[in-house]
């Protein structure tokens, strides 16, 4: 069963100052974010193939509880009901990924029209109900018979990836209003191939280093394939980016905090935008590059989405962070200032296509009592880091919007179900969803922010007749 929300104006919290919101209120998109395999379920339903996620988790001792995604928030079935509950957060856009082993079961070969079709009948009803469809092609569960070849380590995996980047592009091109190819590569890089945290759980740096290029390269050639389609949708690519803080002046603490930004964001950003990966005395591996490869990735993007957590704290002698602000329940440190700063540096250091803020939001221990869900934290969370991109956007930052992690609670990976991001609480055991307070007050700052962009325009409207 599915709460929608009721139509009371509430106040669980105070929104942002009069003066974000003005910033706010122009041009701006609303949204909220999810991924397939974190929500869909459905995992042998449709003609659906196996990916490397289902593997990972059904291993056991890769994730909490052994948790995998079989079931998850049973988006797969539910999907129509989830749809209402967007609509009813009156949100302008919902950000969703594609899995590419429910269209293409073994990442080469037929097509799966049942596949195809689900997403083509979501693009069409969130349409029908006034939403923004924001696709993402890969948002790390690669089919598992690409894995068997090689995964994102075999180069061909790249050129697989452009040919379903096409495919669903063909089909779906024409009504979204963008389209991502990767969601966070450092993510499928480092967390699956050096930590062996994700899936597919390798320990290898060097792997992990030129899987790293095969991603960026795949982005690159999806690019290609999808423009020469002629697809419509402005095209781009979501990175995790973090600002990076040193703990002290001390040269060690600023020789870390340099060397953990160029890993992380300038890995990412400089091939993008500069043609070239980054030169730092830490960074001592790097990938073998063919001919041609850096001209494919640094073709321009029309959009970046940005999805930002937390800073990395920088001490060569493991001071803790201070946390001023107190930590998710991931333990991730709280830092908006950190978003304006990342925003700020990215627009001095790069030619920058619009921003879209493509994640931001956080766990909480949450706790469904008499039908609520009181998350104050999760409200102060929203408000402090919306204050900071509009500082980033009154600085002259192109942000066109903002998309919070996550609709509902669901499958955070390693964790499994442990981890709660949603605006929306599941109980996985019925899958009742019911709208926490911070969705009340993210619909209720949606209201307020849209109602100050009429009235500004209103007010231009008549100082022109004047
Ligand atoms: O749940 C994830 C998401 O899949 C990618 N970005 C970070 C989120 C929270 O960990």
New binding site residues.
């Given amino acids: 069963m599915t709460l929608l929300l009721n139509d009371t104006l509430t106040r669980h919290g105070p929104l942002p100052s009069a003066g974000t919101l003005a910033t706010l209120s122009k041009n701006f998109i609303w949204g909220v974010a999810t991924?397939a395999y974190?929500i869909e379920g459905g995992a042998n339903a449709g003609g659906r193939g196996p990916s490397i996620w289902d593997t990972f988790a059904h291993t056991p001792g890769k994730t909490r509880n052994g948790d995998h995604g079989d079931i998850a928030c049973d988006h797969f079935h539910r999907w129509p009901q989830d749809l209402e509950l967007i609509r009813s957060l009156e949100v302008d856009a919902y950000r969703f990924s594609v899995a590419w082993p429910r269209v293409q079961a073994t990442g080469a070969g037929p097509w799966n029209a049942q596949g195809l079709d689900f997403y083509d009948r979501l693009v069409d009803r969130l349409l029908s109900r006034g939403l923004q469809p924001h696709l993402t092609l890969y948002?790390w569960d690669l089919p598992q018979a690409l894995q068997e070849t090689g995964g994102w380590a075999n180069r061909d995996t790249a050129f697989r990836f452009a040919t379903y980047a096409e495919a669903v592009a063909r089909r779906l091109g024409d009504r979204v209003a963008s389209i991502a190819t990767h969601?966070?590569p450092w993510?499928t890089a480092v967390l699956g191939h050096q930590t062996g945290q994700f899936a597919p759980g390798f320990r290898d740096e060097a792997m992990a280093v030129q899987v790293s290029h095969h991603l960026l390269l795949s982005h690159g050639l999806a690019m290609q394939a999808m423009r020469a389609a002629g697809v419509q949708a402005p095209l781009g690519i979501v990175l995790?980016h973090s600002s990076a803080s040193p703990a002290s002046k001390d040269p060690a603490d600023v020789a870390l905090a340099s060397k953990l930004y160029a890993g992380f964001v300038r890995w990412y950003m400089d091939p993008l935008f500069l043609g070239h990966y980054p030169q730092d005395p830490g960074l001592t591996i790097y990938p073998d590059v063919r001919t041609g490869d850096m001209e494919l990735i640094r073709a321009p993007m029309d959009f970046l989405g940005v999805?930002y957590?937390m800073r990395l704290w920088a001490s060569a002698s493991n001071v803790p962070a201070p946390m001023p602000m107190g930590a998710t329940d991931?333990g991730w440190e709280i830092y908006p200032d950190g978003l304006r700063q990342l925003l700020t540096d990215l627009h001095r250091d790069y030619r920058l296509p619009p921003i879209y803020i493509t994640?931001n939001g956080m766990a909480e221990a949450d706790r469904l009592q008499d039908g609520k869900v009181h998350d104050p934290r999760r409200i102060e969370f929203v408000r402090t880091h919306l204050e900071a991109i509009a500082q980033a956007r009154d600085a002259g930052v192109d942000i066109r919007g903002y998309f919070y992690?996550?609709l509902l609670d669901n499958y955070?990976?390693d964790s499994g179900y442990t981890k709660r991001?949603g605006l929306v609480h599941v109980d996985y055991e019925t899958q009742l969803r019911t709208p926490k307070d911070s969705a009340y007050w993210y619909r209720d700052l949606i209201r307020t922010a849209r109602a100050m962009a009429t009235q500004t325009t209103e007010e231009e409207a008549q100082l022109w007749q004047l």
């Fill in positions: 991924s974190q948002h969601n966070e993510c995790n999805n957590y991931m994640e992690w996550s955070e990976w991001f």
